[in-house]
Each structure stands twice: as structure tokens, then as C-alpha cells.
């Protein structure tokens, strides 16, 4: 259902829709979800491809009634806001993949750690990757009549007996025929792969990469990342993790093939992400290499994205000459980048005193080293009683608000370490920010 929580100010149906209608259709089309809502009520360009005011009827159910308001719409935007920002039951997952992360959790968590979605619906709006596995053929041709753009697809492999055996579903089989005919509608396509050892690795990866590359301009970008394991694997697959020479070789295979792309289709097309890179003690690519960094949320390019950005940012900022004492808690992969991304911010901040904290990942075990997994927990326990200065630097990545994966709240850390906890953003420049922000003020 379309309820409408919200008319904001300057809605054309300010006055005349209510805050608990359902909105049911937009020019006659009914409202199914948000994506509906989204395309019905868009402006058309005409032929010189400006945007003219146009009418809009919409028809909204208020009790038993049917109402219908016609206004004339001159920006696109109704400016309605709804109780479900879906308007519609989200798509569970069907698939039971051998790598899925949700499997690997322990019990007792809160709840919402262990809904699986697979809605192509959230692509959209949040940029989650889906399998395209619980769709039927009429979701499929909606897609396409929606032109829902961009959209992430797990893909995994191409394969379609292994994709099958990989995510336990008959419909996985389907990968190629689907992304074809996104592709043959011209719909962007930006897509991941969830690399397994002895699975999906080696030649399984070349026979993907090169379908995917066959898809191009529709995928322009693809992303290859390491199945993470916990230490709650008991009666699961039985999957192995890279080790340091294993993603040597994966950067190797990806980059060379990349390379080729980059000469015959003037796109790279295939990145490890960052975590590769980090377990195989190699250099990270510069800049360049990441083009549009279209897959930065999928964790490729955001430590030279973070470099970039913080590059740029040293060029003028004033900095500080106050006394600054604070303490930061990583993960292992990253310590070594954030001690650098320091070295060069005390050029800026010569008083600068900060310990950066490599936090072992006991809760989900020390094959997991990134931080956006860390628990209060670890943290307090591996920090307690150690030199942490005034304020202790918590990365926003481990935080839903502000508390952990285990329900710690950063109160409570802060409270059990003795210390201030600062969060800081995802980017460079909230983090040189929070740093500032934790400078002493004079007489103090």
C-alpha cells in the first residue's frame, strides 16, 4: 500500500491529499511500489527536450472512498512522502549460496542481521546487489518497461550448472539469458562477483569475465570480491579462504584481463576490491586505474578514493597547531593505511599525538579484517587499559546509529574505556574534520 505519511509544502496536491491517504493510480496507472510511482509521475520532454508543465490526476483511497485531484505538475516531483518507501512487501531470498554471510552469524543477534532481501527494488534505491532469482518472467519484462537503471546483479559465475549449485536454486541457471535481455533494452548493468576458492576462481572466473565483457556498454562495471568467512561455519560448505599468494594470483588473472579491456573497449571493466590488494601485501593501483569508481560502495577504490581525496584536501587546509591526543581503532587489513593517511596529517597538525589500534576480530573470528565488521565487544576488550588519549576515532562503517553489531552502544564503550568516542564519516575530509574536532581548547 501507497500511504502517504507526508504532502510536503510546495506540493501541487497540498490542501487536497490527506496524510493517511492510499495513493492507488497516477494517470490512470495503478501504483504497485515505488517504482511505479517514480515513472508515472515523471515529466516527459518534448521534441526539444524541455520539460513543460503538464496536468496529473491522481486517485487516492480515503476510508472507503475513491478521490481523484488533477493539478498541474511543472517540476516532476509530487512531493509526496510514504509510510513504506517501497509501498510493497520487500522480496525475500530464495537462494541458499554457499558463501552467504547471513549463515555464518551467530545466534542471539538482533533480528534484522538475519532477514535476507533480494529486491531488485533496492538496487534502486540503496544500490544492494540481487541474484535476479526470485523474478518471474512478468518482473522481468516490468524492469525492462521501467527501465530500472542502474541496476547491481550478484552474478557470482556464469556458468549456469555451477551458479546453480553455488546458490541451490534451479532459477540461477537463468544468469545469462536475463542480463542479455537487460542489455538488449539498454539498461546499465553494474555487477558483483563473490569470488569462492575452487569454485568460481580460476577458469570458472575467465569463462565470467569473458560473458560479462560480451554485455559491454550494458555492464560497465564488475567487481570481484573475496568470500568472507567466519568461524561459525559448522555443517556449512566447506570453503577455504584466500591466502596471500592466492590473491596475488587473483589480482594477477583480473588485471591482465582488465588490461585488455582497457585497450579493446577503452574500459577496465573488472576491479578487486580493495580487500584483495590488502591480503596480498600489494601496492594499490592509483587512481587513474578506478575510472568512474562506479563500484565504491562494493569496497573497490575507497582506500585510494579516501588517498585522493585527502591529497586534494592537504593542498589547503590550514590545520592546527593545538595539542591533539587521540587514539583509533581499525581493522587489521587497514592499519598500515591509516598510520600513512597520519604521517601526512601531522604535517598539518605538528601537535598531533594519535595510536592507531589493529582490533582482532574475535566475534566473527581473524579471518575477517576489515573494519566494517568489528563489534564493541572486541574493541573494548582488546583496548581496555591501554594509552587511548582524549578521544578514541570510531569509523561510522561499524555503526548502525550509534551502535555495533552486537548491540553495543558507543555510550556505553565510551563509558567502560574511559574515553570520548568520535565518530567519523566515510570520506576523507569528515575524517580530518572529526580529527580537528578533538583538539584541545586552550586553558584546558
Known sequence: MAVIQDVFQYSPFRGKVKKGDDLIRINGKIIHDFLDYMYFSSEIADENGEIPPQEVEITVRRGKKLLTFREVVREGDLRLDFANYIMDDQKVCKNKCVFCFIDQMPKGMRDTLYYKDDDFRLSLIYGNYVTLTNLTDEELDRIVSLRVSPLNVSVHTTNPELRVRMMANPNAAKIMENLKKFSDAGINLRCQIVLCKGLNDGAELDRTMRDLKSLYPAVSSVSVVPVGLTKYREGLYPLEAFEKEDCRAVLEQINAFGDRCLEELGARLFYPSDEFYLKAEADLPGYAYYEDFEQLENGVGMLMSFAGEFAE??????????????SMATGVSVKPFFETILKGLKKRFPNLNCRVYAVRNDFFGEKITVSGLLTGQDILKQLKGRELGDYLLISQNMLRGNTFLDDMTTYRLGKEL?????KTGYGAEDFVRAVAAC????GK
Request: no cysteine; aromatic share 8%; glycine share 8%.
Open 418 to 422: 574511559g574515553v570520548k568516542i568520535k
Open 439 to 442: 583538539k584541545k581548547k586552550p
Open 313 to 326: 584536501l592537504m593542498k589547503y587546509y590550514k590545520g592546527s597547531d593545538a595539542p591533539i591526543s587521540v
